[in-house]
């Protein structure tokens, strides 16, 4: 965990980023036909001076709530998202949700077990888009997500 946690504030500081975190996926209870509900939980969390933690609010959520995030990361690996304004047209849940909580901009990469699942992803947001460089951030996410899966499938 401190490595992970070490990486992660890396990725804060290289980014300039206001929140870094891993959200890993996982089972929550089952409904009447005994099926899994997919949730998912931030198991780690950096912030910038300012910028308020929320680890403990953001667990047990259903994968339902961001779909559109969940789905990119799933099918595309990568999840960009450089202008909360523009989820308005794509997913209003989501958008909803972000912009309560002030998060402008907010990018992903997925993180896979050693049987090739997705099992969650590396979330970098941004309080401000105007301080956010992309091809760094791209080039972060992609520096540090082996690493990262290395250490969650030891």
Not at 55 to 70: E, G, I, N, P, V
Not at 102 to 114: S, T, V, W
Not at 121 to 126: G, H, P, Q, T, V
Not at 133 to 141: G, M, N, S, T
Request: with cysteine; net charge negative.
């Amino acid at each position: 965990e401190k490595q992970i946690n070490d990486i992660i504030k890396t990725i804060l500081q290289e980014t300039n980023a206001s929140r870094v975190c891993i959200v890993k996926y996982h089972n929550g209870n089952k409904d009447m036909m005994g099926k899994s509900f997919l949730k998912m939980s931030m198991t780690n969390e950096v912030v910038n001076l300012g910028v308020a933690p929320m680890m403990t609010d953001f667990k047990d959520l259903f994968r339902s709530l961001l779909a559109y995030w969940c789905h990119e990361i799933e099918t595309n690996e990568y999840c960009i998202i450089p202008d909360v304004e523009k989820l308005k047209d794509i997913d209003i849940t989501m958008y909803q949700y972000l912009s309560v909580r002030k998060i402008e901009a907010r990018y992903g990469i997925r993180l896979k077990d050693n049987d090739n699942n997705v099992i969650g992803f590396i979330c970098i947001e941004f309080l401000d888009k105007s301080k956010v460089d992309v091809d760094k951030i791209k080039f972060v996410l992609t520096d540090y997500q082996h690493t990262i899966q290395t250490l969650l499938n030891m």
